[in-house]
């Protein structure tokens, strides 16, 4: 039986558009676009080299790079990354001289301090690929990175230096901003002493010590984490108030302190293994002390912090069963484990802070 299409209803009978629009359906099914764009250029270091020469044409850009795509390639690549601001361009096509947006400039040149395109790089090397199995991954409830081909994610990276090296800068990268805003807002004035548990790199106990120099700071994570710490903690001049210590949070005891922090640590785990690690920091605390969660809390009514609900999806591809949670959950794991109250404070974009006293 032959049948026919429903009227559309998005015009009126006088042709006249009615006030629908396909533009945010079209930016983000087709964001991948614009992402590998950014990418793309974030690995040929494009906003580096544009850096070092005070902007170039097109044609030196390519021959400095040793690029084999045609012009009008190029061009619309480096056009792409203008039009959304990354770059600035005087001139057109041949005569165009592009140089760096203030943010690219800032935040994208690897010989600045401020470079904080680690998470990029991750995010090409393995996120990308990764993500294009979402679907699969929401169907079977299964991890999408490495596990797919049986090696244990955290069990191969923290056995290849580079990669460790990688995953390390990736996550100072992408909570810096919130660990210097954890520094200047949270009234640590009562504490003398604080151990962050997952401490990676250091980054976050490095931060606190700057603006908070009465606090001895502990950087806690596996062994093979330890000399990546030590190396940033000497870089700052700082190895006479941050300490390193290895081990297991899961097999061992925390180190006692008055502070216990915890930066993208929780979201890895199922809730069973949150609440064994919010009860190990509750154990590691004395009265009055604080466990600290530095995260993109999601807000309660799960509308609003976007990348928080992002990066929980990204748990799943990550670990299977890690998610990201609200406040309202947080407050309900601190009190089943013995935490009085609880506090949130926003920090840096996304991110927050969950804290629990006890």
């Known amino acids: 039986m032959e049948t026919t299409a429903p009227p559309k209803t998005n015009t009126n009978i006088k042709g006249q558009t009615a006030p629908h629009s396909p533009e945010m359906i079209m930016k983000i099914g087709m964001g991948f676009m614009a992402s590998k764009v950014l990418l793309t250029a974030v690995q040929l270091e494009v906003f580096t080299i544009l850096a070092a020469n005070g902007g170039m044409s097109a044609a030196a850009l390519k021959q400095r790079l040793g690029l084999k795509c045609t012009d009008r390639h190029l061009y619309d690549l480096l056009d792409t990354l203008t039009h959304f601001g990354f770059l600035q361009r005087e001139g057109l096509l041949k005569t165009a001289v592009y140089t760096n947006g203030a943010?690219?400039?800032?935040?994208?040149?690897?010989?600045?301090?401020?470079?904080?395109?680690?998470?990029?790089?991750?995010?090409?090397?393995?996120?990308?690929?990764?993500?294009?199995?979402?679907?699969?991954?929401?169907?079977?409830?299964?991890?999408?990175?490495?596990?797919?081909?049986?090696?244990?994610?955290?069990?191969?990276?923290?056995?290849?230096?580079?990669?460790?090296?990688?995953?390390?800068?990736?996550?100072?990268?992408?909570?810096?901003?919130?660990?210097?805003?954890?520094?200047?807002?949270?009234?640590?004035?009562?504490?003398?002493?604080?151990?962050?548990?997952?401490?990676?790199?250091?980054?976050?106990?490095?931060?606190?010590?700057?603006?908070?120099?009465?606090?001895?700071?502990?950087?806690?994570?596996?062994?093979?984490?330890?000399?990546?710490?030590?190396?940033?903690?000497?870089?700052?001049?700082?190895?006479?108030?941050?300490?390193?210590?290895?081990?297991?949070?899961?097999?061992?005891?925390?180190?006692?302190?008055?502070?216990?922090?915890?930066?993208?640590?929780?979201?890895?785990?199922?809730?069973?293994?949150?609440?064994?690690?919010?009860?190990?920091?509750?154990?590691?605390?004395?009265?009055?002390?604080?466990?600290?969660?530095?995260?993109?809390?999601?807000?309660?009514?799960r509308r609003q912090n976007g990348f928080g609900m992002l990066l929980s999806l990204n748990m799943l591809i990550e670990t299977g069963t890690g998610f990201d949670y609200t406040f309202d959950d947080f407050t309900g794991w601190a009190k089943s484990v013995g935490f009085s109250r609880t506090e949130l404070m926003p920090l840096a974009g996304p991110t927050s802070a969950a804290i629990a006293y006890k």
Not at 149 to 163: A, I, M, N, Q
Not at 191 to 203: A, F
Not at 208 to 214: G, M, S, Y
């Open 103 to 301: 943010d690219a400039d800032f935040f994208l040149d690897r010989k600045k301090p401020t470079y904080m395109a680690g998470i990029l790089a991750m995010a090409n090397n393995r996120l990308y690929s990764f993500w294009g199995n979402l679907e699969e991954a929401i169907r079977t409830g299964e991890q999408q990175n490495e596990a797919k081909t049986g090696e244990d994610f955290f069990g191969v990276l923290y056995s290849d230096p580079v990669r460790l090296r990688e995953f390390v800068n990736a996550m100072a990268d992408v909570q810096m901003g919130a660990f210097m805003a954890l520094g200047q807002r949270f009234d640590f004035s009562a504490y003398k002493s604080l151990v962050d548990i997952g401490g990676s790199g250091g980054h976050l106990s490095i931060m606190l010590a700057i603006v908070q120099p009465h606090l001895k700071c502990t950087s806690f994570d596996l062994p093979p984490v330890e000399p990546i710490a030590k190396e940033n903690i000497a870089y700052f001049n700082l190895s006479d108030r941050i300490a390193t210590a290895s081990g297991d949070f899961f097999a061992d005891a925390l180190p006692k302190a008055d502070v216990i922090t915890m930066g993208n640590i929780l979201h890895d785990w199922d809730e069973e293994k949150k609440l064994i690690l919010m009860r190990k920091a509750y154990e590691a605390l004395p009265a009055g002390g604080a466990f600290v969660a530095v995260e993109n809390v999601i807000d309660n009514e």
